[in-house]
């Protein structure tokens, strides 16, 4: 069912303005709600040139303002893609006195007499990464784009709450789908807040779409193919989405939105959540191979319409052009994520890549043990450097606060099942976090520690202690055999895809900051480049004599490298030049293997039997 609002019945009402509402709350929400009349009104036009793809054109309409404001455009908190360096033509029209200036990196200060203005400016889109686009970055093709969210519009400073309306002029032939509510103008959408509006992006073009409801909230499917996209089961794939949604929505009890959109894309990678809609690349000829291609994907990013949006880390605040502060609690937003993409797929009876539970949870010990600074660094400390630090934030160590916390939430969905007697699991941990901080306030470790307490009636305070706020390698054994198991641990020499010993290769390079020349990352310290004395941060001057640009040309150096192999490297350091000779070896991974104990008692082996299913 599509919800739309009349546009001159909206329009009259626009002098006032929406008050405080949760940043991350569907735009319906605000609707039923009076407004203040403090607030600016504002109004965006984006044109797209059909005959020139390079950009595309904005004009913001503000009126109701102070003389003086500043404008700004937002910085998202995971991909902040700083895309107000490619503002271009910037102007105001107005009084004759009206003036605009940038003051810092993204914002501006507009000087409009009267509160009236027209501010317009040109987004250049920048060129694409070696060729390949990401999905939740704008772009635009002969037959379609994306356009919308942080990378196209600036906004009032102070005036967050301000509502606003958002005119698309495309090519013709154009179809729209977007998170932001529809009007009586097809082309013409409403936004009760910034928030909002930045996290509503508009996929247009020669689109193709399906539709189905769930506990009848209506969800659609929007796919746009490229050029010469590659046929495929539409039917099939969209009927996967749907099982999924279903799963979804009965683990939770209810869907967080009153209509949701999938905004696929073909020839894109990544992908990126928000409220009340998805943006993902699914590239066609996947599609035509398994209709079942990067599903997992996708349930992991419409997941996060519960998990991140709603159920929020206390850092994440209101839409902000400064980058977002470190978020203690990542590990929780992403990694029970990844614990219900897997899970939901079995509900649903979906393919997924691993045989059983009990396989997926072999490969995801694997990965921990294989990386040392999993065991080294908290749950905690890896969110803090997950997103925006620096690369090289832990030294010599890398580690993944979406794996530890995957690995987190699986040992405590043991926990409680077995302090349960198998009664209860992860998913009630769940749905009391929806209840408890789906309002204004957002989640920390307590929060978490808290939930899962009145949840199982136990204390897992020590776990929290030694796993999420401090380092310690997790016991898998000691949480594995609530369930009747056990893993059995085996290092053996890494092997490539023909079985041959692997290069040791744990060892990249970073263009960052730019300019700056390639800095070596060290990846593990007792690593061949670690052992030979190399660190991260090194600022790479030559291999075998030999100056690299990008790390593109670096890596693809390494690709080549054999076992046996000698590398003389020479590096710069605040101490002074250091030169090394690396000689390339191989190195062991861990092979890891679930097997039941033999001894394991009944209460344990119905413990495990619903584990292994997947049953709540």
Known sequence: MRRSIPLALALAALPAAA??????????????????RSQPVVSYLLRVDGADLSGFDVEMRIRNAPDTVRLAMAAHPEYDDRYWRYVENLR????PSAAIAR??????RLVAPGGAAVVRYRLRLPPGEGGVRAAWRPFLASGGGMVGGPHSFMYVLGAELAPSYVRFELPAGWEMATGLVPTSDPRTFFAPSVDVLMESPLLAGRLRSWRFAVDGVPHRVVYWPAAGAAPFDTAAFAGQLERVTRQAVALFGRAPYREFTFLLQDSAYGGLEHPNSVTLGIPSAELAESPTAELEETV?????????????PEEYGGVDYRTQRPVAGLWFSEGLTLFYADLLLR??????????RAAHLEGLIERYLA?????RFSAEQVSRVAYNAPPGALGDYTASAHLQGELIGAMLDLVIRDATAGRRSMDDVMRLMLERFSGERGFNGRDVERAVEDVCGCDVTPFFDAHVRGAGAIDFDRYLRLAGLRARVAWSPALDREGRPAVDLRTWATENPPGGGLRLIVTDPASVWGRAGLHTGDRLVSVNGVAYGSWREYRAMLTRVRIGDTLRYEVARASGPFRTTVVAAGFDRPQVTIEPLADATERQRAIRDRWAAGAP
Request: glycine share 8%; aromatic share 10%; hydrophobic share 40%.
């Open 300 to 312: 992991h990013e419409f997941f996060h319409s519960w998990n991140l949006m709603r159920i929020r």
């Open 19 to 36: 008050p405080a509402q949760h940043p991350f709350r569907h735009p319906m929400d605000a609707m039923e709600v009076r407004y203040a």
């Open 92 to 95: 105001v029209e107005g009084a």
């Open 103 to 108: 003051v810092d990196s993204a914002v501006w």
């Open 371 to 375: 990386g040392p600074g999993n065991a």
């Open 347 to 356: 509900r649903a009876g979906l393919p997924v890549e691993d045989s059983t």
